[in-house]
C-alpha cells in the first residue's frame, strides 16, 4: 500500500494485489519510527526556549509578545487536534506521520527565517499543527504495535512527549552557535525530519480503515470536536485533562518567561544552562515515566495521582519563591520535585484513560486529552505575560507559581476519592 493510496482512503480489496514493496520492518523499528518522530517533533517545538532573550532583543519583543508567539503554537496546536486529531484512524499512521513531518519541517524553516512577530507565530503554528497530527497517530500506532501491553504503550506516548520536550530546550541552548544563533537549531532539526521521511515513506504499512458502507470520506474527516463517547470513563477523562492543563500551565511558565526570568534572576549567561534549568521539570517528568512502577494494578495508579499533585504544587511554589529570592540550589531541586510530581500524577491518570478506551477510539480519545492539556500552554501563558507587562515579571511569577500550587492541592483533593468509585472500561 503506497503512501498517496492511503491519502485516498483505499479499501484493502482495491490495494493492488502485489503486497512485497516497500520496507517491511521490524516491530522494534515502527515502534522507534512512531515514537521518534512525535519525539522530534517536540524536539523542534521547544528549541526556541533558551533563545527568546535572543529574539526578544533582535525583534524588539516584550513579555507579552513573546507570551503570544510561544501560545501561537499551543492554539494551533489545539485548533489541529479538535480539526483532525482523528484522521491518522481512517487515512492511516503512516500516512498522518507523513504529513506531521512535512508540515514540521515548513514551520521550523519559517520560524528560523522570520523577521518579525508575525512570522515567528505563522512558524510556531505551522509546527503546532505537525505536532496535532502526530500525536494521535503516534499513540495510536504505539498502542497497535502492543497489543497486549497498552500501559507500556500509554508510557512509550509520555516519553516521546515529555522527552522531546525536556531535551529541546537543551538543544536549542547547544545548537545556537555562530553567526546565526537563533536559526541554526532549527535548521539542524529541520534536517532530521528531511531524513525521517524516507522510512516513513518506504515502510509497509496497512491500508487506510475502509469507511463503513458508503460513508464519504468527507465525512469521516469532519470535525468531531470532543465528543468521544467514553460512557463511564467520562470523568477519568476530564481529571486527567485536569491534571494535564495545569502540568501544562506550569510547563508554559518554564518554557516561556521563566528562562528569561530564571537566568536574570540567577545571572545565568550560558544559553545551554537556560535552557536546562527550563527544561528540568520536563526531563524529571520524562525521568519518572521512564523509569515506571513495578505494579501498574488499580490499588496504586489512582493514589499516585494526588500524591503527585501534591508535590507538583510544593515543587511549583517553592520554585517561585526560590527565584524571587535568587537561591540557586533550592530553585533547581523545586523545579525537579515539580516535573517528578507531574509525571507521577499525570501518568497514572493516562495510563488508566488508555486503558479504559477502545482501540478504535484511542487516537480520538488521546487528541482530545491534549487539546485540554495544551490549553494549558496557552490561556494560562498569555495571562501571565499580559500580566507581567503589567506589574513586571518577578510579581507576575508569584502570583501563578501560587495560583498553581492552590489548584494542584484542589485536584489532589478531588483525585483521592474511595476505590470503590473508580471507573473502569467503557
Same mark, same amino acid.
Not at 205 to 215: F, I, L, S
Not at 315 to 342: K, S
Given at each position: 500500500m503506497s503512501l498517496f493510496a492511503e491519502l485516498r482512503m483505499r479499501p484493502l480489496e482495491s490495494a493492488p494485489a502485489r503486497t512485497d514493496r516497500g520496507w517491511d520492518a521490524s /516491530?522494534?523499528?515502527?515502534?522507534?519510527?512512531?515514537?521518534?518522530?512525535?519525539?522530534?517533533?517536540l524536539i523542534g517545538a521547544n528549541l526556541a526556549t533558551p533563545l527568546y532573550p535572543l529574539l526578544a532583543a533582535r525583534l524588539g519583543l516584550n513579555a507579552l509578545g513573546i507570551s503570544v508567539a510561544f501560545a501561537s503554537y499551543v492554539v494551533s496546536l489545539m485548533a489541529v487536534l479538535l480539526l483532525a486529531g482523528h484522521w491518522s484512524d481512517h487515512i492511516g499512521r503512516r500516512a498522518a506521520l507523513t504529513l506531521a513531518v512535512l508540515l514540521g519541517i515548513a514551520g521550523l524553516a519559517v520560524f528560523a527565517s522570520a523577521g518579525s512577530l508575525l512570522m515567528l507565530c505563522v512558524g510556531r503554528a505551522l509546527h503546532g499543527a505537525a505536532v496535532a497530527l502526530a500525536t494521535g497517530a503516534s499513540a495510536a500506532s504505539l498502542r497497535e504495535l502492543l497489543p497486549g501491553r497498552p500501559q507500556w504503550a500509554a508510557r512509550a506516548t509520555l516519553l516521546s512527549s515529555s522527552g522531546g520536550v525536556a531535551l529541546g530546550p537543551v538543544l536549542g541552548g547547544l545548537l545556537a552557535v555562530g553567526s546565526q544563533p537563533t536559526a541554526l537549531p532549527f535548521l539542524a532539526c529541520g534536517s +532530521? @525530519?528531511?531524513?525521517? @521521511?524516507?522510512?516513513?515513506? =518506504?515502510?509497509?504499512?496497512?491500508?487506510?480503515?475502509?469507511?463503513?458502507?458508503?460513508?464519504? /470520506?468527507?465525512?469521516?474527516?469532519?470535525? /468531531?470536536?470532543?465528543?468521544?463517547?467514553?460512557?463511564?470513563?467520562?470523568?477519568?477523562f476530564w481529571r486527567a485533562a485536569a491534571v494535564g492543563f495545569l502540568s501544562f500551565a506550569v510547563f508554559g511558565y518554564c518554557l516561556s518567561l521563566a528562562p528569561g526570568y530564571f537566568s536574570a534572576a540567577l545571572h545565568l549567561t550560558s544559553l545551554p544552562a537556560v535552557g536546562a534549568v527550563a527544561g528540568l521539570a520536563l526531563a524529571?517528568?520524562?525521568?519518572?515515566?521512564?523509569?515506571?512502577?513495578?505494579?501498574?494494578?488499580?490499588?496504586?495508579?489512582?493514589?499516585?495521582?494526588? !500524591?503527585? =499533585? =501534591?508535590?507538583?504544587?510544593?515543587?511549583? @511554589?517553592?520554585?517561585?519563591?526560590?527565584?524571587?529570592?535568587?537561591?540557586?540550589?533550592? @530553585?533547581?531541586?523545586?523545579?525537579?520535585?515539580?516535573?517528578?510530581?507531574?509525571?507521577?500524577?499525570?501518568?497514572?491518570?493516562?495510563?488508566?484513560?488508555?486503558?479504559?478506551?477502545?482501540?478504535?477510539?484511542?487516537?480520538?480519545?488521546?487528541?482530545?486529552?491534549? +487539546? +485540554?492539556?495544551? !490549553?494549558?500552554?496557552?490561556?494560562?501563558?498569555?495571562?501571565?505575560?499580559?500580566?507581567?507587562?503589567?506589574?513586571?515579571?518577578?510579581?507576575?511569577?508569584?502570583i501563578f507559581t501560587s495560583a498553581c500550587a492552590a489548584a494542584a492541592g484542589i485536584l489532589a483533593v478531588i483525585c483521592w476519592r474511595p476505590r470503590g468509585s473508580r471507573v473502569g472500561p467503557s
Open positions: /516491530r522494534s523499528a515502527r515502534l522507534a519510527l512512531s515514537g521518534g518522530t512525535l519525539f522530534v517533533l +532530521v @525530519l528531511v531524513l525521517l @521521511l524516507a522510512p516513513l515513506v =518506504l515502510v509497509r504499512a496497512r491500508p487506510a480503515m475502509r469507511p463503513p458502507g458508503e460513508v464519504r /470520506r468527507s465525512r469521516l474527516l469532519a470535525p /468531531r470536536g470532543l465528543s468521544l463517547g467514553l460512557g463511564t470513563a467520562r470523568g477519568l524529571a517528568s520524562a525521568a519518572v515515566q521512564l523509569a515506571g512502577r513495578r505494579r501498574s494494578s488499580s490499588r496504586t495508579s489512582i493514589p499516585a495521582a494526588p !500524591l503527585g =499533585l =501534591l508535590l507538583l504544587g510544593a515543587g511549583t @511554589l517553592a520554585a517561585g519563591l526560590a527565584a524571587h529570592a535568587a537561591v540557586a540550589v533550592v @530553585l533547581v531541586l523545586a523545579i525537579v520535585a515539580a516535573g517528578v510530581g507531574q509525571g507521577i500524577a499525570f501518568r497514572a491518570l493516562f495510563e488508566e484513560l488508555a486503558a479504559a478506551v477502545a482501540p478504535d477510539r484511542h487516537a480520538q480519545a488521546v487528541s482530545a486529552l491534549y +487539546v +485540554v492539556t495544551y !490549553l494549558g500552554s496557552a490561556v494560562p501563558v498569555v495571562g501571565l505575560g499580559a500580566l507581567a507587562a503589567a506589574v513586571g515579571v518577578s510579581t507576575a511569577s508569584d
